[in-house]
C-alpha cells in the first residue's frame, strides 16, 4: 500500500511536469519593491502583488519592529481563548472606521478568510451563485460549505439574473478586481439585482482594497457602492498594503455570526501582533499618501498605451494579462525575460483555463516610466 501510493504521488508530479505545469518554489534573496535578488542576480520585478510599494517602507517596518517589542511577536492563541491584544483591537476598529462597515474579524489568510465567509453564512437552503472565474478560495469554500454551487458566466449579469430566477433562495458571490485577468464586474448592477430579487452579495476585493477608492477602500466605494450595503466583504493585507493576514467585514449580525460559528477563526490562533502594528501603519500611509495611487494609475495608463500593439487583456488595474496559449509558449516566454533581467511568471491551468497560459504583469507605483518602457520592449521582442 505505502509503495503504491508514493509511486501514485510520484507518477502526479512526473505527468505534470511533462506537460510544463510543475510549479517550483524560488529563493528571494533580497526584495525591494520593483527590483528582487535570486541566484544572486537582480531582476526588474512585475511579478508581485505589492501595489503602493508599501512592503518595504521605512515607517511599516519600523512599526512592524517596535510592535514585536511592545506585544511579542506572536499572539499565542486563540483569540477567543487567550484573548485579543490591544493592537488587535486597534486595527479591526480601524478597518471599521475606514471601510465603514460595523464589524470586522482578523484571519491569517484571505484563503481562510473566503473559507469561513462561504462555509459558516451559507446554509443546505441556500444556492452559492460564484462567477466563473472565482478565486479557488471562494470555489473550495462553496464547495465544502453546506449549500449547493452553479457559476455564472464572467461577469455576466444576464447569466445571473437566470440563475437567481431558477434559484430564488441564493447568495452572490464576486471579486471585485479578479486576480487572473485584471478586470472587474459591474458591482452597481449586480448590486441592484441583488436588490431586485432580495439577495445578499458577497465580495472578495483583495486586489481591489487600498487600490480602488479615494482612499483605497476598495472596488465597491469606487463603483459608487458604500461598503456597509454589502452583505459580507472579504480582504487581504498581503496585495496592496504589503503585509499579510486577512479580515472580513460586515453588519455586527453576521459577524457576530461568524465568530461564534467560523472554526477557521475560533480554532486558528490570531494574527502577530507585530503584524497588526504594521498593517495599522500601512493602512495610515494609504489612505493619507495618495501619491502612491495617483502613481500606480499612472503606471497603468502608460503600460497600456505603449503596449496597445500587443495581446493584452481587457483591464484597467495593475493586472495586465497577455495571453499566449500554451504552458509551454508562457514558460518559454517567461524564460526568455529573464534572461534580460525581468521577473514574469507564466501563469498555467490549473490556475488559468487550458489554452489561456499567459503572462500576468502586475505593476505597482515604484516603477519607473524606463521600468515600464523596458518591460514593453521586451516583450515585443518575444514576437506576441
Given at each position: 500500500?505505502?509503495?503504491?501510493?508514493?509511486?501514485?504521488?510520484?507518477?502526479?508530479?512526473?505527468?505534470?511536469?511533462?506537460?510544463?505545469?510543475?510549479?517550483?518554489?524560488?529563493?528571494?534573496?533580497?526584495?525591494?519593491?520593483?527590483?528582487?535578488?535570486?541566484?544572486?542576480?537582480?531582476?526588474?520585478?512585475?511579478?508581485?502583488?505589492?501595489?503602493?510599494?508599501?512592503?518595504?517602507?521605512?515607517?511599516?517596518?519600523?512599526?512592524?519592529?517596535?510592535?514585536?517589542?511592545?506585544?511579542?511577536?506572536?499572539?499565542?492563541?486563540?483569540?477567543?481563548?487567550?484573548?485579543?491584544?490591544?493592537?488587535?483591537?486597534?486595527?479591526?476598529?480601524?478597518?471599521?472606521?475606514?471601510l465603514?462597515?460595523e464589524?470586522?474579524?482578523?484571519?491569517?489568510?484571505?484563503?481562510?478568510?473566503?473559507?469561513?465567509?462561504?462555509?459558516?453564512?451559507?446554509?443546505?437552503?441556500?444556492?452559492?451563485?460564484?462567477?466563473?472565474?472565482?478565486?479557488?478560495?471562494l470555489?473550495?469554500?462553496?464547495?465544502?460549505?453546506?449549500?449547493?454551487?452553479k457559476?455564472?458566466?464572467?461577469?455576466?449579469?444576464?447569466?445571473?439574473?437566470?440563475?437567481?430566477?431558477?434559484?430564488?433562495?441564493s447568495?452572490?458571490?464576486?471579486?471585485?478586481?479578479?486576480?487572473?485577468?485584471?478586470?472587474?464586474?459591474?458591482?452597481?448592477?449586480?448590486?441592484?439585482?441583488?436588490?431586485?430579487?432580495?439577495?445578499?452579495l458577497?465580495?472578495?476585493?483583495?486586489?481591489?482594497?487600498?487600490?480602488?477608492?479615494?482612499?483605497?477602500?476598495?472596488?465597491?466605494?469606487?463603483q459608487?457602492?458604500?461598503?456597509?450595503?454589502?452583505?459580507?466583504?472579504?480582504?487581504?493585507?498581503?496585495?496592496?498594503?504589503?503585509?499579510?493576514?486577512?479580515?472580513?467585514?460586515?453588519?455586527?449580525?453576521?459577524?457576530?455570526?461568524?465568530?461564534?460559528?467560523?472554526?477557521?477563526?475560533?480554532?486558528?490562533?490570531?494574527?502577530?501582533?507585530?503584524?497588526?502594528?504594521?498593517?495599522?501603519?500601512?493602512?495610515?500611509?494609504?489612505?493619507?499618501?495618495?501619491?502612491?495611487?495617483?502613481?500606480?494609475?499612472?503606471?497603468?495608463?502608460?503600460?497600456?498605451?505603449?503596449?496597445?500593439?500587443?495581446?493584452?487583456?481587457?483591464?484597467?488595474?495593475?493586472i495586465?494579462?497577455?495571453?499566449?496559449?500554451?504552458?509551454?509558449?508562457?514558460?518559454?516566454?517567461?524564460?526568455?525575460?529573464?534572461?534580460?533581467?525581468?521577473?514574469?511568471?507564466?501563469?498555467?491551468?490549473?490556475?488559468?483555463?487550458?489554452?489561456?497560459?499567459?503572462?500576468?504583469?502586475?505593476?505597482?507605483?515604484?516603477?519607473?516610466?524606463?521600468?515600464?518602457?523596458?518591460?514593453?520592449?521586451?516583450?515585443?521582442?518575444?514576437?506576441?
Open positions: 500500500m505505502l509503495q503504491t501510493k508514493l509511486a501514485q504521488l510520484h507518477q502526479a508530479v512526473a505527468e505534470r511536469n511533462a506537460q510544463q505545469l510543475l510549479r517550483q518554489a524560488v529563493t528571494v534573496e533580497h526584495y525591494n519593491g520593483r527590483l528582487i535578488t535570486i541566484g544572486g542576480q537582480q531582476y526588474l520585478n512585475f511579478s508581485g502583488n505589492d501595489y503602493l510599494g508599501l512592503a518595504t517602507a521605512p515607517e511599516v517596518l519600523q512599526a512592524y519592529a517596535d510592535g514585536a517589542l511592545k506585544y511579542g511577536a506572536g499572539s499565542t492563541g486563540s483569540p477567543l481563548i487567550t484573548g485579543q491584544h490591544t493592537i488587535h483591537r486597534q486595527l479591526t476598529d480601524t478597518l471599521s472606521d475606514w465603514g462597515v464589524r470586522v474579524l482578523l484571519f491569517s489568510s484571505g484563503f481562510a478568510a473566503n473559507q469561513a465567509m462561504l462555509q459558516v453564512l451559507a446554509a443546505k437552503s441556500d444556492t452559492l451563485l460564484l462567477d466563473k472565474l472565482s478565486h479557488a478560495s470555489i473550495d469554500g462553496a464547495l465544502h460549505s453546506a449549500a449547493s454551487m457559476r455564472f458566466a464572467h461577469n455576466d449579469i444576464d447569466a445571473l439574473a437566470k440563475l437567481l430566477q431558477q434559484a430564488p433562495q447568495m452572490v458571490v464576486t471579486e471585485g478586481v479578479f486576480s487572473m485577468d485584471g478586470d472587474s464586474p459591474d458591482l452597481a448592477a449586480l448590486h441592484s439585482l441583488c436588490q431586485q430579487h432580495k439577495v445578499p458577497l465580495l472578495d476585493d483583495a486586489h481591489g482594497l487600498g487600490v480602488q477608492g479615494a482612499e483605497g477602500q476598495g472596488s465597491a466605494p469606487a459608487g457602492i458604500e461598503n456597509s450595503e454589502l452583505f459580507c466583504l472579504m480582504a487581504n493585507f498581503g496585495k496592496a498594503l504589503g503585509v499579510a493576514g486577512a479580515f472580513l467585514g460586515a453588519g455586527k449580525t453576521v459577524i457576530d455570526y461568524i465568530e461564534q460559528f467560523g472554526r477557521h477563526y475560533i480554532y486558528s490562533t490570531g494574527l502577530s501582533p507585530a503584524l497588526c502594528a504594521a498593517v495599522l501603519k500601512s493602512i495610515e500611509l494609504c489612505r493619507s499618501e495618495h501619491w502612491r495611487r495617483d502613481k500606480l494609475h499612472s503606471n497603468i495608463e502608460k503600460f497600456r498605451m505603449l503596449a496597445a500593439d500587443l495581446p493584452l487583456m481587457s483591464s484597467g488595474t495593475a495586465q494579462g497577455v495571453i499566449l496559449g500554451s504552458s509551454e509558449q508562457a514558460v518559454n516566454a517567461s524564460s526568455q525575460l529573464k534572461k534580460s533581467g525581468i521577473w514574469l511568471t507564466a501563469i498555467r491551468p490549473p490556475t488559468v483555463p487550458v489554452g489561456s497560459a499567459r503572462l500576468r504583469i502586475t505593476l505597482s507605483s515604484q516603477h519607473s516610466d524606463d521600468d515600464i518602457a523596458m518591460l514593453v520592449k521586451k516583450l515585443r521582442r518575444l514576437s506576441l
